[in-house]
């Protein structure tokens, strides 16, 4: 069974952008979570998709923001983007999520961003 | 709020000596813990998971951790490292929330 796959890897946007990145989840996941890792803040939890609806944000500013589509796919976008949002940013799967579910997540190799 | 400390922010041990990664956490019930790891330039992989029982849980790898109410510790060991064990190690809670991490232990390798 495939992994949770995100694209791109890398991405190098300037201040000011948007960005989009894209998430696919292991097959029969419903539940996408994403969180921001940063050596400073560490793992930050951004947001969770479930059944396209959100059921859960994290704090952060409304400059982020994600949907999830009905196959499960999720994408997240930030906008007007500031050096402070470069970051790996990390997409996970699970079968229901948070609150109904305690299988773990899995998580994807992640996306790069670097903002210049 | 519900946090998690890993006190140790880098460990160093020989190859073929024995680890053991610090975790606590805080929370007003018993959460569900994970143990994680990440090596540079990739995701985060599932070592080991608790959510009730046996308070000794056996992962991947050869890791293993002991849940103990009492110090609301969730410790990763292992009785022999090996050189490809180098990497950061994530202790993560969560009880109807979102996953929370610790903020991770860089282990290093020598030979």
């Known amino acids: 069974k495939a992994g949770v796959t995100q694209t791109p890897r890398y991405l190098i946007k300037t201040r000011g952008q948007q960005v989009t990145l894209s998430c696919s989840p292991i097959s029969g996941h419903r539940s996408v979570s994403w969180y921001q890792q940063t050596p400073g803040q560490g793992l930050q939890f951004l947001f969770e998709?479930?059944?396209?609806?959100?059921?859960n944000k994290g704090n952060f500013p409304g400059r982020f923001s994600g949907r999830q589509f009905s196959n499960s796919r999720s994408e997240m976008n930030v906008s007007t983007l500031e050096l402070g949002d470069s970051a790996l940013y990390l997409c996970?799967?699970?079968?229901?999520?948070?609150?109904?579910?305690?299988?773990?997540?899995?998580f994807g190799n992640g996306t790069r961003l670097t903002v210049t | 709020a519900q946090s998690v400390t890993q006190p140790d922010i880098h460990i160093t041990v020989s190859e073929g000596a024995s680890l053991e990664l610090r975790c606590n956490y805080s929370?007003?019930?018993?959460?569900?813990l994970f143990w994680y790891v990440q090596s540079p330039g990739q995701g985060l992989q599932l070592l080991l998971k608790?959510?009730?029982?046996?308070?000794l849980v056996q992962g991947i790898k050869g890791f293993e951790a002991e849940f103990k109410r009492s110090q609301s510790s969730f410790n990763l060991r292992k009785p022999s490292v090996h050189w490809s064990d180098a990497a950061e190690y994530f202790c993560a809670i969560r009880r109807n929330t979102p996953l929370v991490f610790g903020k991770g232990t860089r282990l290093s390798v020598i030979a």
């Open positions: 929370y007003g019930a018993t959460p569900y």
């Open positions: 998709y479930f059944s396209e609806t959100q059921r």
């Open positions: 608790y959510f009730s029982g046996d308070t």
């Open positions: 996970a799967s699970s079968l229901e999520g948070t609150g109904t579910d305690n299988s773990p997540l899995h």
